[in-house]
């Protein structure tokens, strides 16, 4: 209802962007009076996003997609309800999810790139999640990258087994509808192949994506080419350098 009626979101974002820029020119942030303003900012945006119906939360995201602070606490929402993950992934077919997920984990990479690491907001919104010490929302951008793979992989997950319910087609086709098309399409091994091994894809990272989301981001890399093997060659062809991908 606060959402439908009076556009909370951003009215909160608003209220977001003037007390974040206060809490970080003060000369002692973590005793700002705009911090607890902060903190219960996210808190209710956390309870709004997620009370939102799974089209309705993506569209949101659609329309702040260049907003860090949005995506994060977006995408923590996802990550702490289950029901809500599930929905969005079992529905991939019908929304967006999977343009949403990647372009999410293309904003929040951009953040480490060495000339997206020029752009002081990014830097900001880091301290501002680190000053918020709040479990559910990590101050580093990884963490909600993770989030993002977690969502992809379901999706290949529910795809996989609604396709064993199907008859078989005959020789594998590149079917525009298949969720590893969808990913692929959407540009989500451009991602996986900057977190697995920056250089190579010419990518300069002011920090090193953690060990656990580089294991991840195989892991999905690997799921991929396990349901499309077309994908797969396609892929070898044009991300050579990857090692990872070659392998």
């Not at 953690?210 to 195989?218: E, I």
Request: proline residues 4%; charged residues 20%.
């Amino acid at each position: 209802r606060l959402e439908a009626d009076f556009d909370i979101i951003s009215k909160v974002m608003s209220l977001w962007a003037f007390h974040q820029r206060q809490t970080l020119e003060d000369s002692e942030p973590a005793k700002s009076s705009s911090l607890p303003v902060l903190k219960k900012a996210a808190s209710l945006l956390q309870g709004v996003l997620v009370k939102l119906l799974p089209g309705r939360l993506l569209e949101r995201l659609e329309e702040f997609q260049e907003s860090e602070v949005l995506v994060r606490i977006a995408l923590a929402a996802v990550h702490h309800n289950a029901q809500l993950r599930l929905q969005l992934a079992v529905n991939y077919a019908d929304n967006n999810v999977i343009a949403v997920m990647v372009a999410c984990m293309v904003l929040l990479l951009r953040g480490y790139e060495t000339e997206g690491a020029a752009d002081a907001a990014d830097s900001e919104v880091e301290v501002a999640f680190q000053l918020l010490a709040d479990d559910k929302l990590p101050a580093d951008g990884w963490s909600y990258t993770s989030y993002c793979l977690d969502v992809c992989l379901h999706v290949l997950s529910h795809w996989s087994c609604t396709k064993l319910a199907m008859p078989s087609k005959g020789p594998e086709v590149l079917d525009p509808s298949a969720a590893p098309v969808k990913l692929a399409s959407a540009g989500v091994v451009d991602v996986l192949a900057e977190l697995i091994d920056a250089p190579a894809t010419g990518v300069e990272l002011r920090q090193q994506p953690p060990t656990a989301l580089v294991q991840k981001a195989c892991e999905t890399l690997q799921a991929l080419f396990e349901r499309n093997g077309q994908i797969c060659l396609f892929c070898m062809k044009h991300y050579a350098k990857v090692k990872q991908i070659i392998l």
